[in-house]
């Protein structure tokens, strides 16, 4: 789920459906009643576009999706951590981890780290733009590749729109692939797609998080204009497991085994950080998105700090949260608010907020721009961010990456980025969800219904 591109099947302007006001509650009298039928109409068109979508994937999926995990344990156990092995990758030790927040973050950096490639540059991305910030990326991945580097980019092809850029990329012998090209004779596949968010620079340096390649990212979150985002660069040997996850879609789309020391080097240690990468697919006969937060979750024992950009929490992730508050943790989920690129997931989201409030987890909904990171930290020492959201597409459809630190120092960074965020962002409280009136608690009844499409 990203902004410009919408997924598939979910192109609606954010004016066709107008945001409660500042109190929370819902317009009144013909105004509402014609915003109802709006709502109405459109969500006839979800359910035609959307589930004309899913029926291929829906009969085809075979992936489990609830699981049972009850340790007697926490997250700060060794039991934990030999645990996350049921994650196929496992921690790895002797790593270093920097946090990034926003474009003014982490593009200085990932710029200079491309221009000192020396061997390869593999990057996997869903949004890639034309614009001056795609253009500043794709001619620095270019003048490398001149430069005799492997350059390799997987871009979606839902979410990519690079324009005259593909052209400047292949002359220049970067080797360029789309991600499942869409087609007329595709369109079974239109929700099989990459939102994974990956660059690894000679097999040693990684970057993860849930930045886009487009204007979007640029700034500090200053305005509406600025996104709010957070980003990760790794370096040691969890950068091989971030190669391997890019690997595994490159594998799929061109047939080309990448091999070769360029591409895994030997990776001696350079610090004393525990961390993972962490792939998921469609094809995953589990859902290693889901299971991820989920152990995290279900481990926690004194807080869960969430902050997401698209939080619709299925009815397991839901019932972990408030028994995990129940037992004690502070659990805490900031969610985009009035800024929020899609709509619909706004509404969707507010539809749970009573049940999880009810239940003991605090909702605050980020108020100055759009806050699309994905990150969360539990018992102040794991550290999650990546591309995954808390909605259907990321457990089920899409591919996407996140990676774990397991540091107390680097968790203490994220929970001062959250504890920023919460400071710019309005608590929401159950008087407040009852107040939102009619069209609004219907808007968000509708909403919910096509949660399996967000």
Known sequence: MEAEPQEPGLRFSTADIPITGSDGRAKSGALCKARLLRILLLAIVVSICGGCVSIPITIAEKKRLNYTYNPPYGVESEQFLRSLQALRTGMRAGNQAELLENGDGLFPRL????????????????????????????????????????????????????????????????????????????????????????????????????????????????????????????????????????LEDWLHTTGEVVHGDAHFPDIPPCGDMMAQAIGSSRTDQASMSKLMLYMAIQAARQRIWIANAYFVPDAQIRKALIQAAKRGVDVRAVVPGPNIDFPFVLYASRYYQSELIKGGVKIYEYQPTMLHTKAMVVDGIYSSIGSINFVARSFKNNAEANIVIYDRAFARTVEQAISKDMAQSRQITIEECKKRGICAHLREFWSSLFSENY
Do not use: M
């Open 111 to 246: 710029l200079e780290d491309i221009s000192k490639a020396q061997r390869s540059i593999n990057l996997e991305i869903y949004i890639f733009d034309s614009d001056e910030t795609g253009t500043k990326v794709a001619r620095a991945l270019a003048e490398r590749a001149r430069a005799g580097v492997e350059v390799r980019v997987l871009v979606d092809s839902w979410g990519a729109r690079l324009g005259h850029l593909e052209a400047e990329l292949t002359d220049a012998g970067v080797k360029f692939r789309e991600y499942k090209p869409v087609r007329l004779y595709t369109l079974y596949r239109l929700n099989h797609r990459t939102h994974r968010k990956i660059v690894v620079i000679d097999g040693k340096t990684g970057y993860c998080g849930g930045f886009g390649f487009d204007r979007r990212w640029q700034g500090d979150a200053r305005n509406p204009s600025e996104w709010r985002d957070l980003a990760v660069r790794v370096e040691g040997p969890v950068a091989a497991q971030l190669q391997h996850i890019f």
